[in-house]
């Protein structure tokens, strides 16, 4: 490889995208790849961009995320989901090229008490978790330099997700009704981005090692716990400053007080401890990951670039 790898970001209009187009900027070529020039429910398509872009890295941060609508359209959500990173992988193994792909809390049911390990027993409750339980099985089978990252509730200063929508409904309404009994760890595609790029570093830079000591699956999250109904007071106790002077009551309800049509875990909390064994790198705890997304919200010139509050409610 030449001192400047090629680095193919697959999703680079996503929340984790946009992050991972920051984090590596000065790390090699990037080459962006998203609904625009690339339809990932195509298979052809896929094997040909990633055969135009011949990268060295390929990080996908693309997946079909829609949990709700995924129930209605599970065709498209397992070929984008399973068979857009099987080829991934193939062309991969093909060419030598690491592959990065994020997977989901949601590949687990919820029901254990603490926090799920890898090797843990899979048992996905909705369509979403079983497509992106199929496409990590698929880039395990194929094998090769590749990392699977699960990671849970990402939010940030770019894109459609919880903070954002937050914000919005914030500003539009009084009060709130948010789920207080399912718990997970609120991740930012800021600290996923930057921990993403620190671990290809190292394994580029033969830190650890030979491919079977550190290809694999890890759970990849930001530190401490939450109920989404405390992570929204949280985000409107830290971000008043974006809601025009407004400060909405935060009502707790269940889930069965909130019935969608994918059903969710009640408990997402990821142990990261073989990440932090395997590479020694530690994510922010999530109230500190908050603090930093909604100070990137706040600066000036971000406002300056177009911040569009989120339109829908993505939690994949
Ligand atoms: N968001 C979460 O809470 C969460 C939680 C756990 C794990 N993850 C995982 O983290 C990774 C990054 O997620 P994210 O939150 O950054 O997702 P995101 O913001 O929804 O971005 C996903 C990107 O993939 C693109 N995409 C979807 N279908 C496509 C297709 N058929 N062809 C081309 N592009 C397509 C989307 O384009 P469009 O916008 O045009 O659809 C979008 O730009 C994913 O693997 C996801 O499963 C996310």
């Given at each position: ?105 949601y590949v687990f ?43 849970s509730w990402v ?162």
């Amino acid at each position: 490889m030449s001192n400047r790898p090629r680095i193919l970001i697959v999703g680079s209009a996503g929340q984790v995208g946009v992050e991972l187009q920051r984090s590596f900027a000065d790390y090699g070529k990037i080459i962006c790849r998203d609904r625009d020039t690339v339809d990932l429910a195509v298979p052809d398509q896929v094997r040909a961009m990633v055969r135009e872009a011949a990268p060295n890295i390929i990080l996908n941060a693309a997946a079909y995320t829609a949990v709700d609508r995924a129930e209605s359209e599970p065709d498209v959500a397992m070929t984008v989901n399973a068979q857009a990173p099987a080829i991934l992988a193939e062309e991969a193994l093909r060419t030598g090229a690491l592959l990065v792909h994020y997977s989901t809390d949601y590949v687990f049911d919820g029901s254990k008490r603490g926090p799920w390990i890898e090797t843990d027993k899979t048992n996905p409750l909705n369509v979403y978790g079983a497509s992106k339980l199929a496409g990590e099985e698929a880039i395990q089978k194929v094998g090769g330099k590749y990392l699977i990252f699960r990671t849970s509730w990402v939010f940030g200063p770019h894109g459609q997700n919880y903070l954002l929508t937050m914000l919005r409904l914030g500003r539009e309404r009084e009060s709130l009704n948010i789920v207080d009994d399912q718990i997970g760890a609120p991740t930012s595609s800021i600290e996923l981005a930057n921990a993403t790029r620190t671990i290809v570093c190292g394994v580029l830079d033969g830190q650890f090692g030979a491919t079977p000591n550190w290809a694999g699956l890890y759970h990849m999250t930001c530190s401490g716990l939450v109920s989404w109904c405390g992570f929204s007071r949280a985000i409107f106790n830290r971000a008043q400053a974006l809601l025009d002077g407004k400060m909405p009551v935060v009502n707790p309800i269940s889930t069965s007080e909130y019935p969608t049509p994918a059903k969710r875990p009640q408990n997402s909390c990821l142990s990261n401890e073989k990440l932090e064994a395997r590479f020694a790198v530690r994510l922010a705890p999530w109230e500190t990951a908050l603090d930093e997304a909604v100070r990137r919200l706040i600066t000036p010139l971000f406002k300056a670039c177009n911040l569009s509050l989120g339109k829908d409610d993505r939690n994949g």
